[in-house]
């Protein structure tokens, strides 16, 4: 081989990556996986989660279950998951996968850099709900003790704000007598909405109910428009 022919090859080489240091594409990294567990381990390791994806931003995040096929009323994580990622504004970077049942309840947490192929989960994306605007609707419920929040302020205040006329109605529900007074609870909430939800005041009505729980919990409901 002559000197000539020998640079020609080496330089189609380096063109076309091929060498002793060529890097491997990236890869999907399985962060976290667990089974059925309480709100507090469950909230725990979902944040610690969102900590890696914010160090990352520029990756993507699938967060797939696996229903337990035994029992169809176990409590599915993905309304937490759903609440943590829209809290933190990161609703934007994940998609929420269902996969098939499996022998026991299953949440994995996957990291996707940029330009790596998602993992083959054999799944389907959750759809979001598709809202009706012109009925009034609960949006969210929340509890005196908050260990599983699922209700985010600032979606709700979008919805109300984003929609002209409509209103936000607070029922608060009152559980039993060691449970928390009723306007300490709308108190609490109606600075909550106003500063994170930046809801007007003149746009919320609060109602007061007997509670069919031992807590007192709210329920925050949209209010279209009235026809005209």
Known sequence: ????????????????????????????????????????????????????????????????????????????????????????????????????????????FWRVPSGAQPPDLNAAEIPNPVLDLKKAFAFGYEDENQICPTFVPRKFGELILNNRGSRAHLVVRRGDRNSMESKSFAAQWLETLARDGKIPRNRIKIFYAKSDQGLTYGEFWFVPAKKK
């Open 1 to 108: 081989m002559n000197l000539r022919r020998f640079y020609l090859i080496a330089i189609l080489l380096l063109a076309f990556g091929v060498g002793t240091n060529g890097q491997e594409p990236p890869k999907a990294v399985l962060v976290d996986e667990l089974r059925r567990t309480n709100c507090e381990e469950l909230l725990a390791r979902l944040d610690s989660f969102l900590q890696e994806m914010s160090a990352n931003p520029m990756d993507r995040a699938i967060v797939v279950t696996f229903p337990d096929i035994r029992d169809a009323t176990a409590r599915n994580p993905m309304i937490l998951v759903k609440s943590r990622f829209e809290e933190s504004r990161q609703d934007d970077r994940v998609s929420l996968l269902i996969g098939k049942p499996q022998d026991a309840l299953m949440t994995q």
